[in-house]
């Protein structure tokens, strides 16, 4: 039987760096399984001249028209995390399956709502949690579930990530929703969250978390205009928690002038290390792993 690929239409797909055409569509372009049908952006220019470069046939400034349009099965949304309730449920309300970047909503409660929507409108949806495809934490995973480790003692997360407003002191216009808190996208939840999903992939859920939220550069000016931002959004996360088998995590998400990622496994029977090449983000990067036991590594 000849199944037709599922038909995707892109929103937040322009060529200034979004992270649909730099991520989302050479990605599908690869898989015979999808078929990138159309793609949108704010602007109608910058989407034609996004669907020129990458040779996609529809381009939309209009997110409900994408979302209508016959020949889009399941809608993309990769925009702002703020832009994620009106845009999902556009793509909701035509019908469409829909896989949102993370976090889904700026709120938990905000994004209940859209998760019981789309459980109500009968379609498949998804949240883009990209550590769980990463081969190498899959197979940290099968290490885990054939006791390399023996039981798991403690896990422990160094994560410098090299970024404003540390680094340089200022922040890029295009950034500056960041800082709100209310916005939704900061240290906790996108660092935060992608870090936490890995962490729950590998061990199970937590049955104690606890958390320390700081905001420490509170004064940012915009690279652009030189005006003064007051950050409200956290810049420094601290996780600890209780994993399945008593095990105890601990963790320290920072900004810092140089990058650095690392998760140390330590178990009764050895210890596993995970590093980053990149150190850069968690889900994305490409990850190395070392592994000891007793004294052979």
Do not use: C
């Amino acid at each position: 039987k000849i199944h037709q690929p599922l038909r995707v239409g892109i929103i937040g797909a322009g060529l200034n760096g979004a992270w649909g055409g730099r991520a989302h569509i050479p990605a599908l372009k690869a898989l015979p399984e999808f078929m990138v049908t159309a793609v949108g952006t704010s602007r109608q220019e910058s989407a034609e001249a996004s669907a020129d470069h990458f040779g996609i046939q529809h381009a939309f400034s209009d997110p409900l028209e994408l979302a209508l349009h016959p020949e889009v099965d399941l809608v993309t949304v990769s925009v702002r995390v703020p832009e994620h309730d009106r845009l999902i449920r556009a793509a909701l309300e035509a019908g469409k399956h829909v896989y949102s970047e993370f976090p889904l909503g700026r709120t938990t409660a905000e994004s209940s709502v859209l998760l019981q929507a789309a459980r109500d409108r009968g379609v498949r949806h998804f949240a883009g949690l990209q550590s769980r495809a990463n081969p190498v934490i899959r197979y940290v995973r099968e290490l885990l579930a054939e006791g390399y480790v023996g039981d798991v003692l403690a896990v422990h997360v160094n994560y410098a990530i090299p970024t404003y407003p540390i680094r340089s002191k200022q922040i890029d216009q295009s950034h500056v929703y960041l800082l709100d808190d209310a916005n939704g996208a900061n240290q906790l939840t996108i660092a935060g969250g992608h870090l936490l999903d890995g962490i729950m992939y590998l061990f199970g859920p937590f049955s104690e978390i606890s958390a320390i939220l700081k905001t420490q550069a509170r004064q940012v000016p915009v690279e652009e205009t030189g005006e003064i931002i007051r950050a409200s959004a956290p810049d420094h996360v601290v996780v600890s928690g209780i994993l399945p088998g008593q095990a105890v995590f601990s963790s320290q998400i920072r900004n810092a002038h140089v990058g650095s990622f690392a998760i140390e496994i330590n178990g009764t029977k050895g210890d596993l290390h995970i590093r980053s090449r990149q150190n850069f983000m968690f889900q994305i990067d490409d990850l190395i792993v070392l592994g000891t036991q007793g004294r052979e590594s």
